[in-house]
């Protein structure tokens, strides 16, 4: 299993573009989910899903998209970027969600937004 | 409002000795809480939790102590590695939130030869 995998690793972006960062999954779990680090502020949550076709918000979703088409696929969209979210995100998932289920965490990307 | 606070951002330990991490948290409605461990340029890895039903979980060199009347949980790692040289996140989930873990701010924790 590749486990949680997001592509790309870095991006550069000019204010105002737009792009998609790919958060895919293997291990078949229904629970998954966005955040984004900034120094001093820990991981916080963006949105997250608990199965195909169902998204929610989490503590700052503002300026984020998300779509759950596939249990397999949780992208993320940018639809105008700002400074602001520069960031490094992080998408993890889990199995059922419940209390004592472990989530997963893919490797990061790193977004820089000029 | 910071739910959950780690409020060492930085700890060094010589090797072979006990590091102990910190994490309090002010939502009594949190039921369950993790440990993460987090290296340069990778994504947290799981590393311990404890339900709010117990006071101490143990696992190899890791053994987290829940305080809840304190609010308080720290994470012991005995002995200390090398290794062990990384980011330490406390995570905290509410009953029923499902996926919505609230983390502290992280402390690195340096152990030295």
């Known amino acids: 299993n590749a486990g949680v995998t997001q592509t790309p690793k870095f991006q550069v972006l000019k204010t105002g573009q737009s792009m998609t960062l790919q958060c895919a999954q293997d291990?078949?779990?229904?629970?998954m989910s966005w955040y984004r680090q900034d120094p001093g502020m820990g991981l916080r949550l963006i949105h997250y899903s608990v199965g195909a076709g169902i998204t929610d918000q989490g503590e700052v979703p503002n300026g984020y998209n998300v779509s759950r088409s596939t249990t397999e696929d949780f992208p993320l969209r940018l639809l105008s970027a700002a400074p602001s979210q520069t960031s490094v995100y992080f998408c993890?998932?889990?199995?059922?969600?419940?209390?004592?289920?472990?989530?997963?965490f893919g490797p990061g990307t790193r977004l820089t937004v000029l | 409002d910071q739910q959950v606070k780690q409020n060492s951002p930085s700890l060094s330990v010589q090797e072979g000795r006990i590091s102990i991490l910190n994490c309090d948290y002010t939502n009594s409605m949190f039921d369950y809480f993790l440990w993460y461990k987090k290296y340069p340029a990778e994504g947290p890895t799981f590393l311990i939790s404890i339900s709010s039903i117990k006071d101490k979980n143990e696992d190899g060199r890791f053994t987290v102590f829940l305080n809840k009347s304190a609010k308080h949980l720290s994470l012991h790692i005995v002995p200390s590695q090398p290794g062990d040289s990384a980011v330490y996140f406390c995570a905290a989930r509410r009953t029923g939130t499902a996926s919505k873990l609230t983390f502290g701010t992280g402390t690195r924790l340096q152990v030295t030869l």
């Open positions: 291990m078949n779990h229904e629970y």
């Open positions: 993890a998932s889990s199995y059922s969600g419940t209390s004592r289920d472990t989530q997963y």
